[in-house]
């Protein structure tokens, strides 16, 4: 039998096992997001013109645990894997945070396996978090450069920790080993830090990432060292809310002088059952290489505004336009696939958890 029909398989049964086990106090928690739009992505550029599309966006299944190991300790364990609903053609799962570590109130969490980096984690407050306008879909890669994009990464053979929270204070840590020869000019690793400060309405992070390449790998001018610093701020007032993020990302050998930044800003607004909510996004990538001039400095703005209506604590509806401009110069927005030009989209969804 496929592997992966066998770890659907398991995942089957245990949500199917879950109701009689937790009577005992104790097993796994099974859980899920189905997330599914209806898109219409309009191009101003003739080769791509316009189209309808279903698509599945952060759908995912999960089992996860813990273990009481006295003396306030405890471990811990997820296994999520990334769901396609929509399309038969990809992969029928996908890997997602994974892991397994110990947990304690007093000493925080250590965790080995695969997960969000803490840039993620405490950085990332996108209120179009996994949908089409997706501070990390709406920016664009340029050829031979850094993307102009808000770049939050899931590492694997990650080895992380996470501090208790004092005085509203949390820190969080990792590091991944390249797992090769120090000649080899391919794989990388990872180097993340990030701290969040929260007090009330008022929620602040700051973190600081290093992708490092072993070796020279001359022949691809994309890989190389790069560094990434991003600070995130939202306060709540009321019913509304405000946020801003800035990213700065560096290179170093063959991106050497590259450098791509972006800012977005985010507002919502909750009245009954409903939530407003906007979002504005820019994006620039400088590279003054000789051999990237076809590249040189692509820049785009992005606006988007939404209406999220909340049928129960587990069901949404929500409907969304974005719109993207450019400079013209040769990009491939992430989220619809290469391209280039200005595109606009309308997107309607639902989001089911359980």
């Known amino acids: 039998m496929n592997i992966k029909l066998k770890l659907l398989s398991v995942a089957t049964l245990t949500a199917l096992a879950t109701p009689f086990i937790a009577q005992a106090g104790s097993g796994p928690v099974v859980y899920g997001k189905l997330h599914v739009t209806v898109d219409h992505v309009d191009y101003d550029a003739a080769a791509m013109g316009d189209y309808w599309q279903t ?10 645990g813990s273990e009481d190991l006295g003396n306030g300790l405890s471990a811990i364990y997820k296994m999520e894997f990334g769901v ?39 950085t990332n407050k996108d209120v179009f978090d996994d949908t089409v306008a997706d501070w990390n879909e709406v920016g664009f890669t340029a050829a031979g450069s850094a993307g102009a994009i808000a770049e939050d990464n899931r590492a694997t053979d990650a080895i992380m920790y996470t501090s208790p929270t004092f005085n509203n204070f949390t820190f969080a840590a990792m590091v ?5 020869a120090d000649d080899d000019e391919i794989n990388g690793r990872y180097t993340s830090v990030a701290g969040k400060y929260v007090n009330g309405p008022l929620y602040v992070g700051l973190a600081y990432e290093e992708t490092e390449f072993q070796g020279d790998d001359s022949a691809n001018p994309t890989r190389d060292d790069q560094e990434k610093w991003r600070i995130f701020a939202s306060y ?14 560096e290179g170093d050998g063959n991106l050497e002088d590259v450098d791509a930044d972006v800012w977005r800003v985010n507002g919502s607004y909750f009245f009954g059952n409903n939530e407003l909510k906007i979002a504005y996004q820019e994006g620039e990538v400088d590279d003054d290489r000789a051999a990237s001039s076809a590249f040189d400095s692509p820049e785009y703005d992005t606006f988007t505004i939404g ?16 719109q993207t401009d450019t400079n013209g110069d040769a990009q491939n927005p992430v989220s619809l696939g290469a391209g280039s030009d200005d595109w606009d989209a309308i997107s309607l969804g639902i989001v089911h958890k359980f």
């Open 236 to 249: 709540k007032f009321g019913d509304f809310m405000i946020g801003g993020m800035y990213q700065d990302i």
């Open 307 to 322: 209406l999220d209506h909340t049928l129960s604590k587990r069901t949404e509806l929500y409907a969304l336009y974005t």
């Open 55 to 64: 698509e599945s966006r952060g759908s995912r299944l999960g089992i996860k």
């Open 84 to 122: 396609d609903v929509t399309d038969g053609t990809g992969e029928a799962l996908s890997a997602r945070n994974q892991y397994v570590g110990l947990s304690s109130k007093t000493w925080g969490t250590f965790l080995l396996g695969r997960h969000n980096t803490p840039s993620k984690v405490m």
């Open 176 to 180: 991944t080993p390249g797992e090769t």
